[in-house]
């Protein structure tokens, strides 16, 4: 049997030909491509020349490309297309290849090779982009181990391999809950529910072949509809309950005493690493700095949008007192009455907005932003492949060249894990070439039965435009290194390409863009007015669902945990010590928590969302001092400085290029409609 994965790949720019990869090809490959690593890594190691940047950094950068290859292609399937043989070899896995790497970086003699480098870099005649990757490799030497102790090492590489096995473990239990928790619902069940979310029930339930008109499933685009409309208040508690309790149903998917020692874990690795904290070791490089740094940033927001939680919160049980319900506001009824509470202080019914919001003309305006920010064109590819079906594929040009591939999947389906991300199948470098990047973008939106449009909400047209601004972080990317493309970038400053490419979704060249589904029409103006005036609504439930889930992984990574923790407890202390309205629930509860356990990308790092919100705010300020949303001055400076630079210089520098100043957090209050609740004195987001 031919194996794709051992030859090269005939596709247009090298994409991967998935028509041709089947689940038995990625053992055989992650093996070979382990080897091959092993073999290249070796190679720098015994050679017997003094270390050069050429002969040790370089040399580093090239290698892995064929591991790469299957890596990417299978950690995105593992997450968006996955099946039993896919995830048992995902859990295979996770032991071996974080032993493969915890053997190149606890590797004495590599070190040695990098940090004699490092203590010359002045001497090398390095230029800027070159300096700071030999910076980063040195910086993810010493922080994954290099420097510690014989014993110390191997206690390391030991805690990391069962780090890798935890996290699979976590994420797959997660996934697991998702699929087998489904709601099989009658008519009379679904009432209140608009249109496109009754379709979107009713293909389910024909999807899980269920004996029931209806049927929605333990994730979020499929909940969401439901809390916010559905009539029926035992309807909402039971789905919100299944929803909330995704991984703490003392099932075989139960994920407490997996987090309890993943925390404990973290703790002993950020200790022998010499630091107090699991939280000071992640924000030690990081632009916060120290946790006291991020959870300043958190606190200073949480007091108001608490307090604006507070006041709905009154509001919302009097809209229930007024139509005589004999009951206490609970967390499954603060969408639905919330979405009341909108239409009566603002007119404004979301559902209004949905038929100007179809997914593929809110993917055309992303596209359209793009293009008049940074001269960028997308073509339809109905040649190139994707992994699914449902996958769309785009090649993307730039000054008339192409600069790289665009896959959108964003469908909910089963055997895709809920939420949105990106990723790539491949990272753009110049080192011996262009090499393009290929760049995905995964959603979970409801899919309507064939011929109907997908209607999103204005939530959910936000989602696309975010995962975008990540997608264009990564095609724009124009660097010489891996290492520091797209974005490989510090976790407080990459959510912001994306969280500021949001704000063009509300600009008015876009909105004029999104025209009704079936009309053609433009939304009309009065619409538009209530919906603007309507933009600040429940932003306190907004703050406070983020916000406590932020304070509480900070609490986890700043506390040592016992593996024997009771982490139902802990999470409890962190709500009751700030106050958690009993109304509004956690964003991520601890055992769904896929940011903070299904890896380490997001641990002691949710804060950073907010942290980048500061920037976002405040950088698309830039474009309304300037009067408009597409000013080529300003549109320069961010390509240049933010979007094309990946992390080839530090992070605030970065920003004051494209600013001109540091941030300020006034902009951020103010998006939040919080800044009459607290004095807000002139500073930056440190």
């Known amino acids: 049997m031919t194996n794709p994965f051992f030859e090269e790949w005939a596709t247009p720019f090298g994409v991967p030909p998935f028509a041709e990869i089947k689940t038995e090809h990625f053992k055989p490959a992650y093996e070979a491509a382990l080897k091959a690593h092993e073999a290249e890594i070796a190679a720098i190691v015994g050679d017997a020349s003094e270390p050069s940047f050429e002969n040790t950094i370089a040399a580093l950068e090239r290698s892995g490309k064929q591991l790469d290859r299957v890596e990417l292609v299978f950690s995105q399937l593992a997450s968006a297309n996955t099946n039993e043989t896919l995830q048992g070899i995902e859990r295979d896995l996770a032991q071996p290849v974080a032993r493969h790497w915890n053997a190149i970086f606890l590797n004495p003699a590599l070190f040695a090779r990098i940090d004699a480098l490092f203590q010359k870099r002045g001497e090398l005649g390095l230029d800027a982009e070159a300096l700071r990757v030999l910076e980063r490799y040195h910086l993810d030497f010493v922080r994954s181990g290099a420097r510690l102790s014989l014993a110390d090492r191997e206690r390391f590489a030991g805690i990391v391999e069962r780090l890798a096995v935890l996290g699979t473990e976590f994420g797959q239990n997660v996934l697991a809950d998702e699929q087998n928790t489904v709601f099989a619902l009658n008519e009379a069940e679904v009432d209140g529910l608009p249109d496109f979310a009754r379709a979107a029930a009713a293909e389910m ?9 209806y049927a929605v499933a333990a994730s979020r685009s499929s909940v969401e509809p439901v809390l916010h409309f559905a009539t029926d208040r035992a309807v909402r508690e039971k789905v919100w309950r299944g929803f909330v309790k995704r991984g703490a149903n003392g099932n075989a998917s139960d994920n407490h005493a997996i987090i309890a020692e993943i925390l404990r874990l973290r703790g002993e690795q950020a200790k022998l690493l010499g630091y107090e904290s699991y939280a000071q070791y992640k924000l030690a490089d990081s632009m916060a700095g120290t946790p006291k740094a991020a959870r300043g940033l958190l606190e ?68 359209y932003v793009a ?3 940074f001269g960028v064109s997308f073509v339809a590819r109905g040649d190139i492949e994707g992994y699914h079906p449902d996958v769309r594929v785009w090649e993307v040009q730039r000054e008339g060249r192409t600069i790289g591939i665009f896959y959108g999947d964003y469908f909910a389906r089963a055997g895709k894990r809920s939420g949105a991300w990106m990723t790539s199948f491949r990272k753009q470098a110049k080192l011996d070439g262009a090499v393009i990047p290929l760049v995905v973008n995964t959603c979970n939106y409801l899919k309507p039965p064939e011929g109907q449009p997908a209607l999103l909400s204005l939530d959910e047209a936000r989602t696309v435009f975010h995962e975008f601004g990540h997608g264009l972080h990564g095609l724009l990317s124009n660097v010489t290194y891996p290492r520091i493309a797209g974005t490989s970038v510090v976790r407080d400053f990459v959510e912001l390409p994306s969280q ?81 309205p009993e109304e509004i629930a956690l964003r991520h509860a601890s055992t769904h928590f896929l940011h903070l356990f299904s890896g380490d990308g997001y641990a002691s790092g949710y804060y950073s969302y907010l942290w980048s919100e500061v920037l976002d705010a405040d950088g698309y300020g830039a474009f309304e001092e300037a009067g408009d949303p597409f000013d080529k001055a300003t549109a320069d400076r961010l390509y240049k400085y933010v979007y094309s630079a990946g992390g080839s210089r530090d992070y605030a520098e970065a920003y004051r290029l494209f600013r001109g100043r540091d941030p300020d957090v006034r902009g951020l209050l103010e998006d939040r409609g919080l800044a009459d609740l607290i004095p807000i004195e002139d500073g930056v987001a440190g």
């Not at 339930?205 to 008109?213: M, S, W």
């Not at 939304?523 to 509480?552: C, H, W, Y």
Request: proline letters at 4%; glycine letters at 6%; one cysteine or more.
């Open 300 to 367: 200073q927001v949480w007091k108001p949008g608490r307090q604006r939680a507070l006041d709905d919160r009154a509001a919302l049980q009097g809209l229930i007192d007024q139509e005589g319900g004999d009951f206490a506001l609970a967390a499954w009824d603060w969408r639905y009455y919330a979405e009341k509470l909108r239409l009566a202080r603002y007119d404004f019914d979301e559902n209004e907005i949905k038929p100007y919001l179809e997914l593929w003309k809110v993917v055309e305006a992303a596209f």
């Open 205 to 213: 339930a024909r999807d899980r072949k269920l004996n029931a008109p």
């Open 500 to 580: 500021l490419y949001e704000h063009w979704l509300e600009s008015k060249p876009v909105l004029a863009r999104l025209v009704h589904c079936r009309t053609g029409e433009p939304i009309p103006q009065a619409l538009l007015d209530r919906m603007t005036a309507a933009g600040k609504a429940n932003k306190g439930f907004e703050t406070v669902e983020f916000v406590s889930s932020a304070i509480l992984d900070m609490d986890y990574h700043s506390a040592e945990i016992g593996a024997d923790a009771d982490i139902s407890a802990l999470e409890r202390k962190t709500l009751d010590d700030i106050g958690m």
């Open 371 to 373: 293009e008049k920010l």
